[in-house]
């Protein structure tokens, strides 16, 4: 089940938020949260139950070294310490063993000359966001940031199905003491008519935008055939706005339905691409992560303050790690080193004193980000390297090849949605920015009713697609 699929708009939101609020009203607000609790699990166990047991066992694992690690807990600090680290690598354990096994064994495969048997391996859904989460969490708790003595709140902050599968990562924090906040605890039409808002804009945004570039993005890096440099900029440049309206989509959807229980979740896009720096650009793109890897791995590898060579290498650690952590693949290596050696060139160009003319420096970050984007999408280096050939002129294919077997309608039709995207992107206010102008009116009311019929047409249309963070 996906947020933009029929099941999900009107089945299953409808049913968790009317049992929500009646559960609060009827009998107790404990009661409500269990409910919550228990379709989350079912969100969750929907795509493939076995998965349910694993997130069960690690909510209830970190839970208990939580309370351990409490300073109230009475235990010294060098012995938290040693708990804190323990669930640390317990955590990347087995984040480990299901996501980077196989990376692993392949590279020895290939280091060795020999060939291991390997049992099938299959990756838990949000298995890299629920651990990274959780692992804020312990380090929150050592710190006495945070507190948490009720198993529930603590299953309710990891499985809350707006944020459970893709983010945002949530700190505990930001989201139990709403669910303990009173005022929070009945039905708000101002918040319900906010959510609808946000889940419309993220709904339009991934199935008429982004599952429509998809199209593009398929002909061009799953086929071996030569392209040309016009197909290899339209694919690439396909990516590059699929992948932002496809996961900026879906954290609307994620806090569009989270604002209707009364939870507020944190921002985790304000328009990357109109970005003059990378360093800017990180600040916009997947702003939680962002953050999860400043607090939790820069600051502690010594961040900012160990001298300026100690500096550049933490944030290309940084970096490296944080392209690992979305998939176990050289090619996600090198993307993180490509973000990692533009954020050091960036720095060391500050620190110099240079600063560019906002045209070109824009110019400059989105230009970057977009040929970095294939190196993300690709499956191989061999796939990346026939697109980065074809797009700098060394392809003798003609252009249109790739799209012959498009129907012509199908043709046009996507690629003025490509530009339409491009535009969007670049000019109009991002979600954020429509919320807060947010007020009621017949206007608003038929904008929200244009983009739900809209979105409605085209998934009847096509078969739903998963979001390409689910991957990670």
């Known amino acids: ?67 351990r690690l409490m300073p109230a807990s009475g235990r010294d600090d060098a012995r938290r310490k040693r708990e804190l680290f323990a669930g640390i690598v317990l955590n990347l354990a087995v984040l480990g063993f299901f996501k980077y096994t196989h990376f692993l064994v392949r590279n020895l495969e290939w280091a060795l000359s020999t060939r291991f048997d390997l049992m099938e391996i299959v990756l838990p859904l949000a298995i890299s966001f629920f651990t990274f989460q959780q692992i804020a969490y312990l380090v929150d708790s050592f710190r006495g940031t945070t507190r948490e003595t009720e198993p529930v709140n603590y299953l309710l902050f990891v499985t809350f199905f707006p944020q459970l599968i893709a983010g945002p990562i949530v700190h505990h924090a930001e989201v139990i003491p709403q669910f303990e906040d009173e005022s929070r605890r009945t039905l708000s039409w101002d918040h319900m008519s906010f959510g609808l808002y946000l889940f419309a ?64 979740l944190p921002q985790n896009f304000l328009s990357p691409y109109k970005s003059r720096n990378i360093q800017e650009f990180w600040r916009r793109w997947h702003i939680t992560l962002s953050r999860w890897l400043m607090t939790y791995l820069y600051i502690p590898l010594g961040g900012s303050k160990a001298g300026h060579v100690m500096t550049l290498r933490n944030l290309m650690i940084t970096f490296v790690l944080g392209g690992l952590w979305h998939g176990a693949g050289w090619t996600f290596v090198l993307w993180g080193v490509c973000h990692g050696a533009a954020t050091v060139v960036h720095r060391i160009f500050s620190r110099a004193g240079h600063r560019l003319p906002f045209l070109p420096a824009w110019f400059i970050t989105f230009l970057f980000a977009h040929l970095a984007w294939v190196l993300f999408r690709a499956t191989s280096f061999s796939s990346a390297l026939r697109l980065f050939k074809a797009m700098f002129g060394f392809s003798k294919a003609y252009s249109w090849e790739m799209f012959y077997h498009v129907h012509i309608f199908d043709r046009v039709l996507y690629l003025h949605i490509l530009c339409i995207a491009l535009l969007a992107v670049l000019f109009l206010p991002n979600s954020r920015t429509l919320t807060e102008r947010l007020r009621f009116s017949r206007a608003n009311v038929w904008i929200i009713a244009g983009m739900l019929l809209l979105s409605f047409l085209f998934m009847n249309s096509t078969t739903p697609k998963e979001f390409l963070y689910f991957d990670f």
């Open 201 to 264: 804009i993220g709904l339009f945004k991934k199935v008429v935008i982004a599952d429509s570039l998809s199209l593009f993005v398929g002909l061009g890096f799953d086929s071996t055939a030569p392209i040309s440099m016009f197909e290899a900029w339209i694919t690439t440049l396909a990516f590059t706005l699929q992948l932002y309206f496809d996961f900026s989509g879906y954290t609307d959807m994620g806090l569009g339905a989270a604002r209707m229980f009364n939870i507020e």
């Open 1 to 67: 089940m996906i947020f933009s699929s029929f099941p999900f708009i009107f089945m299953f939101l409808p049913i968790s938020l009317i049992g929500y609020f009646m559960i609060a009203r009827k009998a107790s607000f404990a009661v409500a949260k269990l409910w919550l609790v228990a379709v989350s699990l079912f969100f969750y166990g929907y795509w493939n139950w076995h998965y349910v047991p694993l997130i069960l066992i690690s909510c209830l694992v970190n839970f208990h070294l939580g309370v």
